[in-house]
């Protein structure tokens, strides 16, 4: 089954305490992108990559930080989280000629 | 302003009622135009897309899109329990590395 697959789903964590959110798909897709969720906000991109070793900032990348190391893989990585991260993260793909995205179930992360 | 605006409601309608969802743009390079389904809890997942102008139904769904107007609608006829969700609006540039931009959502809920 194609599928975009992030964990944990769920995490509480306490300000400074550094923390990886993981992403991994299986559809061979060279565009994968990290997105939060905000009431009244929407969707903002944190940061996206084109390809393994090219990564990009988006729209709201401060505090974060990612890597591209595999085609399949793309963690999200937070070295000092501050509550103002408290949020829904999605990790998603899609080709890069495509224009279907393909989204993770989403990671509700709490910062204390 | 915002690229995409979305009223993100709720939008609260009895069952078997049509549904009419919108969404306006400024960027006139956008060509592709997506509607994406949340439900609570999920990722988004996508619902419809269309190239351009004009129309495209696919069963109770129907998408338009009025380039002259830069404006977007997504109607869902014989609403359904079911279609309770967060409905996305997004649009996209003509190239792969173009990026999508989403609106902030419209929260429906159908009453059975």
């Known amino acids: 089954e194609a599928q975009v697959t992030q964990n944990p789903r769920y995490l509480i964590t306490v300000t400074g305490k550094k923390l990886t959110v993981t992403c991994s798909q299986n559809m061979n897709h060279e565009y994968m992108s990290w997105y939060r969720q905000d009431p009244g906000l929407g969707l903002r991109q944190i940061y996206y990559?084109?390809?393994?070793?090219?990564?990009d900032k988006g729209d709201v990348p401060e505090g974060y930080k990612v890597s591209r190391k595999e085609k399949r893989n793309f963690p999200l990585i937070l070295e000092s989280p501050s509550p103002n991260q408290t949020s829904l993260y999605f990790c998603?793909?899609?080709?890069?000629?495509?224009?279907?995205?393909?989204f993770g179930e989403g990671s509700w992360l709490t910062v204390v | 302003q915002k690229e995409v605006e979305q009223d993100p409601g709720p939008l609260s309608v009895p069952e078997g009622a049509i549904v009419s969802l919108n969404c306006t743009y400024s960027n006139s390079a956008f060509q592709y135009f997506m509607w994406y389904r949340q439900y609570s809890r999920k990722g988004p997942e996508l619902l419809m897309y269309?190239?351009?102008?004009g129309n495209k139904e696919d069963g109770r769904f129907t998408a338009q899109v009025d380039k002259s107007s830069k404006y977007i609608s997504l109607f869902i006829r014989d609403s359904q329990p079911s279609d309770s969700a967060t409905y996305l609006c997004?649009?996209?540039?003509?190239?792969?590395?173009?990026?999508?931009?989403f609106g902030a959502g419209t929260r429906l809920f159908v009453k059975a």
């Open positions: 990559s084109m390809n393994v070793e090219v990564t």
């Open positions: 997004a649009m996209k540039g003509d190239t792969g590395g173009f990026k999508t931009i």
């Open positions: 269309t190239y351009s102008s």
């Open positions: 998603a793909s899609r080709q890069s000629s495509g224009n279907t995205i393909y």
